[in-house]
């Protein structure tokens, strides 16, 4: 069925180190992806997005990779601070409203 | 900043127990989404609702579950009979016309014993 996961469960990295978080999905008729940030007891937070016929966005701090041929999206987090310390998904969708979300990353900011 | 609103945050009920979640979403958006998340698990797509009807629904949206628009701000999702694995955590979103960025409310904690 349709899918789109995680390669790793946790992540830690080092307070100012860039993060990168990593996704598959396995519709190649998706077209449109978010990451999404979750803090514990909270609600999931959208970070940025891309369209199917982009490979690469930036945001402030970070940059999303789109990869169609692989069908692989990853989240780069730059300077990672220790409020970035959550758990990050990635969703994607072709065409509809139905968001399929990854299991999640979660990242962990070492001081 | 706007923000989609959830009542109540958490919810504790006995099985075969109706429960109504509610949710006021941001106010100029027009699709509506309930998605669950159970612990430790990803998080679920429900259905999806627009001008006053489901555009989409999951197999786990089955005849249990309702949606309702009751008025012009808040959009319910209703729970008939609760099983012990509809325990979750239950996320309203919305979204604007011809946006595909989804707002997500805080969420409600259901707990079925």
């Known amino acids: 069925g349709e899918s789109v996961g995680l390669h790793l469960p946790t992540l830690s990295v080092q307070e100012g180190d860039n993060s990168i978080i990593n996704c598959a999905y396995s519709?190649?008729?998706?077209?449109?992806f978010i990451w999404y940030k979750q803090e514990s007891g909270k609600g999931p937070q959208f970070i940025i997005d891309i369209r199917s016929n982009m490979d690469k966005r930036q945001g402030q701090r970070v940059t999303v990779l789109l990869n169609k041929t692989v069908k692989h999206l990853s989240l780069q987090i730059a300077a990672t601070q220790p409020g970035d310390s959550a758990v990050y998904f990635c969703?994607?969708?072709?065409?509809?409203?139905?968001?399929?979300f990854g299991t999640g990353t979660r990242l962990k900011v070492l001081a | 900043e706007p923000e989609v609103t959830q009542t109540p945050s958490h919810q504790v009920t006995q099985m075969g127990q109706e429960v109504i979640l509610r949710c006021v979403p941001i106010s100029n958006h027009l699709y509506f989404y309930w998605y669950r998340q159970i612990l430790g698990q990803k998080v679920e797509f429900l259905v999806s609702f627009y001008n006053n009807e489901i555009s989409e629904k999951s197999e786990i949206f089955d005849d249990q579950f309702s949606v309702e628009r009751p008025d012009g701000s808040n959009f319910t999702l209703k729970i008939r009979s609760t099983k012990l694995e509809d325990s979750a955590m239950y996320f309203c979103?919305?979204?604007?016309?011809?946006?595909?960025?989804?707002?997500f409310g805080e969420g409600s904690r259901l707990t079925v014993l």
């Open positions: 969703a994607g969708t072709s065409g509809t409203y139905k968001y399929i």
């Open positions: 519709n190649s008729a998706s077209d449109y």
């Open positions: 979103a919305s979204s604007r016309e011809g946006a595909r960025e989804l707002f």
